[in-house]
């Protein structure tokens, strides 16, 4: 601990006696001064034992006295020397009074102790600290570089709450709990979610403060800390104690960063490697070499290759993006599959991202949930902050926003170039039609009619019909509605006829107008399927 002004009261070679503010003999003492200036405050930086004779001051004017005392208590001096034997052979009753009216500690000073003596104990104590401090923290260094070598970040987090005497939270990528010590601090360290996605936002390394007296939100304080080297933090570390720290407990907590911060690294280079030989894995899967495939992967990915599995396919939405919308759904799909214990292949392509994932699983999951909160917040016009997590979160100018992801349909191993492909498809109809996120499943289980929406296809729709618009526009006739009519009944005319009010002949003769004007048979299975749908996308307009 610093000295204290106790601390060289009980010092036994400098024989300093207290005449005021015994009660307040506990407050550290961060250096010792020697001022005869009528007003020292102004070279007072706090917690100061101020040193005097006297010379300039009417030690024995009470009001003078007081308004020195309480200049001193205001600048944050923690006590005040007074060298009898030299101006005053005693300290003056007026001084006496003005400080145990202020609570500032005053202490007697005997002459044959000089000022020097106390100035060198208070600089011997302040060391003698420092190296118990710089001590204490190398010592905390081997023991949270073992725990950290022996039993990974856990033991590295149990060993840093003992360091503090609180306790120790690890965030993933994604802003979840991966890890407390002791378990008891899981649901406090649960709180900081919103704490922990706002530090991330910010280049690493970062660091917050929250809770204590000033944050009512959190009973303890709470340091957080961002671990990694890159533009986005890879995780984060949060240390919550009583009070703020001390020098060897700062020590610990720099030591602990710095070796998640070395571990996060290491993952990062493992995780690079990792992809390497997801992009060999997918390259054989989509060959149609499953084997080869499973031989190449071990059991590095699990039992995904065996079960059955969804191909995620993700682009970005613009040809550039401000923000990185890819890396944003890697580490959504990546983070969910981890909390649930999931296999998952992870696989960036350029500007592509292939993704395979557990049909079923937490990763497929929380794709659609962070896509879902991505469209709510397009259709609520623009982007969004805040909430529990980073699923369903769109940063303020829609960084995030600007991706589109397609979803196979459940495929194996042998089909998985066919669920390629349908993700391809899927994402294809999504960029179509401005939407986030579009599963192939739900292109089989819909309606055709909102893929008429595409821009070739109306173009090519009122091309086929300009020629039978241009005719009925002259008032020589209703061919473009006689035809529809014709078409929905499946070429029965009497049907058709009379949907239309009119006799089944007149029917006949428009059908050959459309014939002639159109150069086309409707005999042709093909002819009459293409205007049809040409019928149906110039309707959707």
């Known amino acids: 601990m610093p000295p204290t002004l106790a601390s060289l009261v009980h010092h036994s070679a400098l024989k ?27 070279y007072m930086e706090g917690g100061e034992l101020l040193l005097i004779t006297a010379l300039k001051l009417d030690a024995e004017d009470p009001e003078a006295m007081r308004r020195y005392v309480k200049r001193l208590a205001g600048a944050g001096v923690v006590g005040l020397g007074f060298a009898v034997g030299v101006n005053y052979e005693e300290i003056p009753e007026a001084l006496v009074d003005a400080a145990q009216e202020e609570g500032l500690p005053l202490l007697e000073v005997p002459r044959r102790t000089p000022f020097l003596a106390i100035s060198k104990a208070v600089s011997a104590a302040i060391a003698a600290d420092q190296y118990r401090a710089v001590t204490a923290g190398f010592a905390a260094q081997r023991e949270l570089t ?3 070598l022996t039993d990974g970040p856990e033991g590295l987090l149990t060993a840093l709450a003992s360091q503090v005497d609180g306790w120790t939270a690890l965030y993933d990528a994604s ?6 010590a002791p378990e008891w601090a899981g649901r406090r360290a649960a709180r900081l979610t919103a704490e922990v996605e706002r530090l991330r936002e910010r280049s690493a390394p970062a660091s917050a403060v929250v809770g204590g007296p000033e944050h009512s939100d959190h009973d303890d304080r709470i340091e957080l800390h961002s671990l990694g080297t890159g533009r986005r933090p890879r995780a984060a570390l949060a240390v919550g104690t009583a009070s703020a720290l001390g020098t060897a ?9 710095a070796l998640l911060t070395l571990t996060t690294e290491r993952s990062r280079s493992l995780q690079a490697a990792e992809q390497r030989i997801g992009a060999a ?7 149609g070499e499953p084997d080869h495939a499973r031989a190449v992967a071990g059991d590095l990915y699990g039992g995904l290759l065996d079960a059955p599995f969804r191909v995620i396919v993700a682009e970005s939405a613009t040809a550039k993006p401000s923000g990185d919308p890819l890396g944003a759904v890697s580490e959504v799909v990546e983070s969910a599959a981890a909390r649930s214990g999931e296999a998952v292949l992870v696989v960036p392509e350029g500007e592509r991202l292939v993704a395979l994932v557990v049909d079923g699983g937490a990763a497929v999951a929380a794709c659609a949930q962070y896509a879902a909160g991505l469209e709510g917040a397009r259709a609520a016009g ?16 829609g960084e995030e926003d600007e991706l589109v992801v397609g979803l196979s349909a459940p495929a194996g191993p042998i089909a998985a170039a066919a669920a390629y492909k349908q993700a391809e498809q899927a994402l294809s109809v999504a960029r179509r039609r401005g939407r986030v996120l579009v599963e192939h499943e739900q292109l089989a289980a819909g309606s055709v009619l909102p893929l008429l929406g595409d821009d070739a296809v109306k173009a090519f729709a009122d091309g086929l019909l300009r020629a039978l618009h241009e005719h009925d526009a002259t008032g020589r006739g209703d061919l473009v509605a006689s035809l529809r009519a014709w078409l929905s009944r499946h070429g029965q005319w009497d049907a058709a006829a009379a949907d239309l009010g009119v006799h089944r002949h007149t ?3 428009r059908m050959r107008r459309v014939e002639e004007i159109l150069g086309r048979s409707l005999d042709d299975p093909d002819v009459r399927m293409e205007l049809w749908l040409a019928l149906k996308a110039t309707a959707a307009e």
Request: zero cysteines.
């Open 507 to 509: 029917l006949r003769y």
């Open 175 to 180: 802003g979840a709990v991966v890890a407390t």
């Open 382 to 397: 623009g982007g969004v902050r805040g909430g529990a997590g980073r699923e369903g979160r769109v940063r303020e100018g």
């Open 249 to 257: 407990e700062r020590y610990a907590v720099h030591s602990a960063i």
């Open 146 to 148: 073992r725990q950290a």
């Open 281 to 287: 894995v997918l390259r054989m899967l989509l060959a």
């Open 16 to 42: 300093l006696t207290v005449r005021a503010g015994e009660d307040r003999l506990d407050v550290p003492v961060r250096w010792a001064h020697v001022s005869e200036l009528a007003d020292p405050v102004p």
